[in-house]
């Protein structure tokens, strides 16, 4: 019964196995390897269009770099309050742009919404020197309250901000559980909806370190200014091609997708019984995580039966199932519900 | 005959298998799992003593990381001009520091000499606003060229360096090879002759991509501020467990010093070859690394046959053996030189 | 009839004298003059208490010095979102820290209010790496909407952020209007309420360029980094003598709170004949700032007769008065408020 | 006797006049102001070109903004080994530029050496992510020993830098002393030799604190750029009028060349006087300063004697001349040379 992260689960069997069979003979280093390759190949595919790469084996690191390729230490970068780049990761923007700001929106389910969005936009001046400007819009699908925009709102948002002048990062750590519960190709949901550059999760969804910066279109020519601070920031492993090998059993034969699928199934299956116990959703259930506003007294009951699952800053509970949930889990856990 | 670099080598299978076994049911992300603790105990008995520790997937990301918890933004790094962190890590310590200056000295086989570090650390204020005092010395064993520092000459340096107030970090990332050369314990090579941080490298010697910082002594009081800047650096993968693996397996039953023997033995006959046709050696062959001048002539012999090696700065080539080096390889080479 | 701002004022007489009779014979460099000596005295002496100084040519400057001596990288400055380090400043914090962040609070005419600040400090927590926490609470003297905190209010507020382990910041730029205004003593308003660190403005009354850094009890012993951090800044001038010149002059015979009376009661006399012609206050005039919401086309009127003042975002017009405001002035543009 | 350094000496009163004169009503702050305007006029009379400027009180402060306007933080900036952007800001270039590094020359009375330019920059690969390149050179003219490039030899180091792809910076702090010495006029020794950004000093040759950041040419599309930079480093304070106040009084009618020939001549004055009495001039003297080899005994005896100046690095000593130096101060300290 351990719904506590999508990061508490193990790696899928297929891509430690892709690891151990990258393991043959020597390779370049720095990704030039054959893997690093192909893996770029499995997303050009996935994501049906040219594009560039790099592999990083943290979500932090992934976001950290993207945005710092697109803000200069003396910019802003616009996002929710509740964003993983403002809560959880101890300033590493900051860091890596030389001392960039975050400017923090509000909104429900931890969206960035419109007039929100407009009224700042409005407000934002690049040549007036004492003020610090926005040069990114930084948007997270799915957002940190488990709901999902559909590209047609990422496109409105992106919008927007391309005709103030900013560029559009998606932190994807977990994408997939957000397409599969839209419908959405990974195309239509970024640079159709016009994404600059993604940050693609693997690691919640099955691989044992590895997210993909991706670059689209026009920022493609930053690929040299992102390698750059990506050897400066020690994200440069010599042995590139197990993070290469990752990525390509992850992509292969839509696994990625399946494992998004399964995960997602679980929180439905989940959500279903934590309500009908009484339990309200705090926000909408359109990916693998469940927040809800608990009955009295269970979720200590919960704990005391072993379960693990995290109180939230809005009073509510979250609930995280992965791709290894299993579904005597579940069964388990709505057991103790009674 | 690829004697390109030791980073070109795949990970040694028991690696990968402690990965694939690490790789069952939920654990605590961040560093929080077993395989992380069994690493640090299995270090703690490697070293005999005890210590903290961080992994990380690159010797820049380790180096770096152990730098700048050492030296503030406003200090300098005292290291060899041709040290790997001035050369071959784009800024990293510079990044990681806020800033800091490196301080170089030059030296033969890139080992910093005596007489040159006291003259350096006599003309050092603290206390003086203007310039830019030194807070630390980083040294390397094997050096850059392939020479290995005796415990006593680690014990020298470091006996000077803190002496002026300075701490000692030594960039290990092939430890293992000095270590299996000149026949001294993990122990006397580093905290007993004085080092404060030492970045082990385990990458370069079978690893997947996992390096050690290590704190030892007083040192250990900055676990903490170590583990911000590695969380804000983006080097706090969520899935520790598989650098943990990684560490664990690499120093279980001696392996570690049997794979660098292994590429030391590999280094000492394919010295024994080039010398032989008439290659002077540049630098002692202190580990798995050859510096030679070759023969006129014989670098593009060998480079037309397929091998694969290094021009060095100082008009020398680089060959690098590694765990992975097959004796065939090295014959085959030798059979170039005729 | 300018009103724009209280730093478009020339510098008072007596500044400019001082510096011209600072200005015979060699003298030491870099702060190690008599007159800098003498400021701190002066200091010392208007505060009733051992200090120690450093003197800038801006607020901004001053600011952020101070901030960085007391917040490390990855740590963040709670203040109000209103308040000039967040607004106006460029991102100097986020600079001159090393990537700190600013933790924002609202509330009424730029006051930080007890419950929030409560709430915030209750939900920090130091130990825990994946959040960035507070480690200083800054406060400004005048508000950005030039309301005054007395004494007492500044002692609760800097009380509970010691309490949670923060140092006390305090943006004086205005801090002699608030003195007269209030009748506090500067050290009832300082360091008897709990400021480690005040950053105290002359410019805006009546210095050509000089506020000074000033150090009170334990923080006494960050001098040596805040005097590091100011060389590395640029901000150790050699002739500081100039300086030092112009804060003696400053509080010689009380003439900075003379000047700061003068201009709070222009700034009286202004909001009453702002007020009287049908203008509200939008924010309570405690010195030398006015903010009223005017009647409709009233400021398209004054600005057609010659009067310089801002709309501020609140929608209402900011006006500000210095030492040098002359009553013509004012009597000028409420002869056009009829 | 004090020869301890040109910024020991006073301001000249024409400066300081020019000071009170500028103070007379409201003018608009952060440089909007006629005098910072009239500022630039004169600088492009005196440079014969268009050009745009940013006033700043310190050598470092413009030292380090210029450098960081032209380098990136994971780039180099190649100097002298004994450059005051090396040795005496505190890492201030490190500090602005965000990380970059300093990438050392050594060569006679601290100037930089055709051959050893070429070599390095031969080395210079911008393509190689693992390398730091070099993306200024930075000269200095009077250079740290006192010594003059004239215009052809800066015009063929910057014509390397150039045909690299470098951005060449002059550090002119002294550059008044050096055009008098050389009979160079302005033009000649920056913009037509190559330069592409001017740290002009006026503080050692009579300024209160100010120095100008000149942009010629291309690098003129960096203002705003470089504003950004001032802004956020707390060198935009409001009251800029005197800045430009010092900058026009300093260039009318050319006091800033008289000054300069003034102490110029009193160097070679003193420099006869000191090899007359049996020292060696260790360098050239070029512009104000004097570095000789004394006979023995002599240091001791002069520094008894009252005289004030600084042993240096290379065994010698410094004697520096200002504006203000008095012919018999130069026979007095003769008059113990006996």
Redesign the interface.
């Not at 809560?87 to 590493?92: F, I, Q």
């Not at 742009?97 to 975050?102: F, H, N, R, V, Y």
């Given at each position: 019964m351990?719904f506590?992260?999508d990061?508490?689960?193990?790696?899928h069997?297929a891509i430690?196995e892709a690891?151990?069979a990258?393991?043959?003979?020597?390779?370049?280093?720095?990704g030039a390897d054959p893997w690093t390759a192909a893996a770029q190949k499995s997303l050009r595919d996935a994501f049906e269009t040219d594009l560039d790469i790099w592999l990083?084996?943290?979500g932090?690191?992934?976001n950290?770099?993207a945005l710092a390729t697109l803000c200069p230490?003396?910019g802003?970068i616009l996002c929710h309050d509740e964003a993983h780049i403002e809560?959880?990761?101890?300033?590493?923007p900051?860091?890596f742009?030389?001392?960039?700001?975050?400017s923090?929106l509000s909104g429900k389910h931890a969206r960035i919404e419109l007039p929100a969005l407009k009224r700042k936009l409005d407000a934002n001046r690049h040549?007036f020197?004492?003020?610090?400007p926005v040069h990114v819009l930084s948007l997270s699908n799915l957002t940190e309250c488990g709901a999902a925009y559909r590209p047609f709102e990422i496109a409105e948002r992106a919008a927007l901000a391309h005709a103030a002048g900013l560029a559009v990062h998606l932190d994807g750590a977990r994408l997939a559980n957000a397409l599969v519960s839209t419908g959405a190709s990974p195309a239509e949901m970024t640079w159709r909806a016009g994404v600059d550059v993604l940050c693609f999760g693997a690691?919640?969804n099955g691989a044992?370190?590895c997210e993909a910066i991706i670059l689209f279109g026009a920022a493609r020519q930053r690929l040299?200014d992102l390698?750059?601070?990506v050897?400066?920031?020690?994200?440069?492993?010599?042995?590139m091609r197990?993070l290469g090998a990752q990525m390509g059993a992850y992509l292969k034969d839509g696994l990625w997708l399946d494992l998004a699928r399964r995960a997602n199934t679980s929180a439905t299956r989940l959500a279903d019984a934590l309500t009908r116990a009484g339990a309200e959703l705090a926000h909408p259930c359109d990916g693998n995580e469940v927040f809800v506003h608990l009955p009295e007294g269970i979720a200590d009951k919960l704990a005391k039966a072993g379960a693990t699952f995290y109180p939230w800053i809005d009073g509510s509970h979250r609930f995280v199932c992965s791709w290894?949930t299993e579904p005597h889990e579940i069964d388990a856990l709505a057991g103790h519900l009674g």
């Open positions: 351990n506590s992260s990061t508490a689960a193990p790696a069997p430690l690891m151990l990258a393991s043959k003979g020597p390779a370049p280093s720095y990083v084996p943290s932090t690191a992934a950290a770099l230490p003396h802003a809560r959880d990761e101890r300033g590493a900051e860091f742009t030389g001392g960039a700001k975050l923090l040549d020197v004492h003020e610090t690691t919640k044992v370190g040299m390698k750059v601070r050897k400066r920031a020690g994200h440069m492993p010599p042995k197990f290894a």
